[in-house]
């Protein structure tokens, strides 16, 4: 609701394009490091407890944007924002904890429908709510009224019955290392457990909090799930390639006016959620083979990139749109999975914080490259994401073995 207001409300203070730029940078950086602390801390104090201290601060800097009538409050009010709102992530490691691996890739997928559908209607109603007087003050308390909203759903939900707590001295049921990937739990057995490690964790001395945090991080880092994350990297700087000039490589190309682009990414945006919503067949088609939906849908991105690229009418840009909808849903679903099952269950909020830096660098990195590929050609930003694509698609072929064998990766013992 209140992301595509910002620029406007910025230049409105008196900002100029330069200071509005840093302090969307500053937001961007903040999100890209604090994202695997707070993943990593979610492991240690609990998912209760991290999400809900993450919506509070996140509704904390609404109410503050919500009050600024300057630009330095403004930069305040976006600290909390871009430290703490990584709900998204730790409701992830949520699900992850209480539905097996056979049922994950098909929760996540509505998830990240029900996701998709939030970020498709809250520029709508945002942009409806601009016109009116103070528009954007009331836009961004509405917001901060939702994030306590969901402050009470969370304190409602019945954690007792559920194991979401920090997982690291329960067993594992095939034996391996303690982040090894595990199957079914037993959620009742295991929820008085789970919750006194979360209790305990959580009266630690902060410090003692920081040094697990950073113990858990250098495991991520010494592990060999470095090409896991690299082909997220890979195929998150390729999708975003194609995004890049979108508009303007149609009108260039095509001729078409930038109304034009808007819809068709309304358009594939809607497609996505369907996508998420299919995503229950399309496991069961696969036998429950994250790897190679994870391959597949991959390759298919690729192809419909290249053909993208390539196109000689605005019918072959629907057609690969259409497509592309559908496979970069699955494929984030399906590297998700991947991330969960090889690197386990025990560090998901590590491994799914680490994940969304990965996928922040490159959202640092792909502007970068767009404009110097558009230098060359319209065509230069989506070509150049083929060949990310092909080199990710490399990837998984020479670590096939691995990927099958899922919990054979052991992180460095902390």
């Keep these: 609701m209140v992301v595509p207001l910002m620029n406007l409300h910025i230049k409105s203070l008196g900002a100029s394009h330069t200071v509005a730029g840093i ?20 492991d240690i104090v609990g998912r209760q407890y991290s999400l809900l201290a993450c919506i509070l601060l996140s509704a904390l800097g609404y109410f503050l944007l919500g009050t600024s009538t300057s630009v330095f409050l403004f930069a305040i009010s976006r600290v909390p924002v871009g430290i703490f709102k990584h709900t998204l992530s730790i409701s992830k490691a949520l699900l992850s904890d209480l539905v097996s691996e056979r049922d994950r890739p098909l929760v996540m997928g509505r998830f990240n429908a029900a996701s998709s559908v939030g970020f498709i209607l809250g520029p709508v109603v945002g942009g409806y709510l601009t016109e009116l007087e103070d528009g954007f003050y009331q836009t961004a308390f509405i917001c901060a009224s939702i994030f306590l909203l969901n ?3 969370v304190l409602m939900l019945p954690w007792s019955e559920e194991n979401t707590g920090n ?20 959620l009742h057995l295991k929820s008085a457990t789970s919750g006194a490690l979360a209790s305990d964790s959580l009266f630690q001395s902060p410090w003692i909090q920081v040094a697990t945090v950073l113990k858990r991080i250098k ?3 010494c592990s060999d799930l ?10 998150s700087v390729a999708i975003l390639l194609y995004y890049s000039n979108f508009s303007l490589a149609l009108e260039e190309r095509f001729g078409v006016k930038p109304l034009f682009a808007g ?7 809607a497609l996505g959620v369907l996508a998420g919503c299919l995503l229950g067949p399309i496991t069961r088609f696969y036998q429950h083979n994250t790897y190679r939906m994870l391959l597949h849908s991959s390759t298919l991105t690729c192809t419909l990139i290249l ?17 592309l909808a559908f496979s970069t849903t699955i494929g984030r679903t399906c590297i998700i ?36 590929a558009q230098e060359f050609s319209p065509c230069g930003p989506p070509s150049l994401g083929v060949g990310l694509a092909l080199v990710a698609i490399m990837i998984m072929n020479m670590n096939e073995q691995k990927y099958r064998s899922h919990g054979n990766v052991k992180l460095k013992d902390q």
């Design 167 to 186: 997982r690291e001295h329960q067993p594992s049921n095939k034996g391996t290392d303690r982040f090894s990937a595990k199957a079914n739990h037993d």
């Design 226 to 235: 470095w090409d896991i994350f690299l082909v997220r990297l890979l195929m």
């Design 151 to 153: 402050a009470g759903l």
């Design 307 to 323: 053909l993208y690229a390539s196109a000689l009418s605005v019918w072959m840009v629907i057609l690969s749109s259409t497509f």
């Design 219 to 221: 495991g991520i880092a």
């Design 337 to 372: 999975d991947l991330e969960l099952t090889i690197g386990g269950n025990e560090a998901s909020g590590t491994l799914l914080g680490v994940g969304q830096s990965v996928t922040s660098v490159g959202r640092i990195v792909a502007p970068l490259l767009s404009g110097i």
């Design 23 to 42: 302090i969307g940078s500053l937001y961007g950086i903040m999100q890209l490091f604090s994202s695997t602390f707070v993943g990593c801390w979610s």
């Design 263 to 269: 819809y068709l990414m309304s358009y594939s945006s």
